[in-house]
């Protein structure tokens, strides 16, 4: 009894929960059942420590649309788009026949902790997008970022404006930081411990990412406080499976150099809005973005309310903005039960913009490919010398 007074009380003061690491972003109300779907198969076409790109092979015959390039937050796994074979944006968007790509960061160690977020964007970024050309012969491409990698999409897209970017999905993404106050307090009340972390082992650890975003969704903790521990002690946890043949969310440290400047440059300096952010010796104006734009925000989301989603729209200079609302919470909207209207109106926006160049070729599935996840030899792939280094 004293369990469902405590559940009440935290819905009636932080409305539906939405934790971290759950179908909706919290335990499921019903036994889940286990998944009959297989996960999808892909190829690695670059595998370097932080950076890998998977290319999801067809279910089905491609149709002729522009390819797609997932691209990630960070403190997460890329998996974040495929966590449930049920419950997946990728297996979505394959489903209806479009070419999908995914960046991976992998997981950051102490010798990467001077890769900054213009790392991120300017190599990382940069590299899949080139890939993704090179491979399907398109010179152009549709981005799809969730939460920071929806940030990752915009600044690369603002910096390089005749790069072939048609169309940018954002989903969760904040733009004004000044509209998510209890953020900003909690930034500042922790700064100086963080940055000593930080400084000491040359990034924030993954249990410390993990710690920090259910701070600010308490009610996962109380529903399922014996998980929450094991996420934090054991290294194994995340790869284990679920009953409902999901996997659970796996954090991953964040780098120094990231670090700071996601603390003093967006959080309390709030510079993307003010364009005031710089990578190298460029600013960062988000009116230099051509690509269409399609904002999807969720009236339920406590991490990332939609006024600093949808304040995006003041910056875009682009005539073809859309702002959608879904339902869910932060991760809910990305692969909670309710989060197929998330994928349909994604793939039924950009079916409408995404007629393909006499170029682009969509890439099939091989009759005699393995059922199992099969590494590209790089000897099949003639890469140049700028994809090969990147690390």
Not at 132 to 156: P, R
Request: hydrophobic share 40%.
């Amino acid at each position: 009894m004293s369990f469902l007074l405590a559940e009440r009380l935290f819905t009636a003061l932080f409305g539906e929960p939405t934790g971290p690491l759950y179908d909706e972003g919290y335990a499921e109300r019903r036994p889940a059942r286990p998944s009959t779907a297989r996960p999808l198969q892909y190829e690695l076409l670059l595998d370097a420590p932080t950076l890998k790109l998977r290319h999801y092979l067809p279910l089905r015959r491609p149709r002729r649309r522009l390819p797609v390039l997932l691209v990630p937050p960070l403190m997460v796994t890329a998996d974040v788009f495929e966590l449930h074979p049920r419950r997946s944006l990728a297996r979505y968007l394959v489903e209806q026949g479009y070419d999908v790509f995914l960046l991976d960061y992998g997981k950051p160690q102490s010798r990467d902790r001077r890769l900054s977020l213009g790392r991120y964007i300017e190599h990382r970024v940069h590299t899949g997008v080139r890939m993704v050309k090179q491979v399907t012969g398109s010179d152009e491409l549709s981005l799809i970022g969730y939460c920071l990698g929806g940030i990752f999409a915009n600044c690369y897209a603002a910096l390089h404006p005749q790069s072939g970017i048609r169309n940018i999905v954002t989903i969760g993404t904040p733009t004004d930081f000044s509209a998510m106050p209890l953020q900003r307090i909690l930034a500042g009340v922790s700064r100086q411990p963080l940055e000593t972390l930080a400084a000491t082992y040359g990034y924030i650890p993954a249990a410390v990412c993990n710690a920090s975003f259910h701070l600010l969704h308490p009610d996962a903790i109380l529903r399922h406080p014996l998980e929450f521990w094991r996420s934090l002690r054991d290294p194994d946890f995340a790869a284990s499976l679920r009953p409902d043949g999901g996997r659970y969310l796996e954090y991953v440290n964040l780098t120094e150099a990231a670090f700071r400047q996601l603390w003093h440059n967006f959080v309390m300096g709030n510079e993307l809005m003010q364009d005031q952010f710089t990578i190298g010796r460029r600013r960062v104006n988000y009116g230099r973005i051509r690509a269409a734009a399609l904002v999807l925000a969720s009236r339920e989301d406590r991490l990332v309310p939609p006024a600093a989603v949808t304040a995006v729209t003041k910056k875009l200079t682009t005539q073809d903005v859309t702002v959608r609302f879904v339902k869910g919470g932060h991760l809910g909207m990305l692969i909670g039960s309710r989060a197929e209207r998330t994928w349909r109106i994604t793939a039924e926006w950009l079916d409408t913009r995404s007629r393909y160049q006499a170029r682009y070729r969509a890439t099939t599935r091989v009759k005699d490919k393995p059922a199992t996840v099969v590494p590209l030899p790089a000897a099949s792939l003639p890469l140049p010398a700028v994809l090969r280094k990147v690390s």
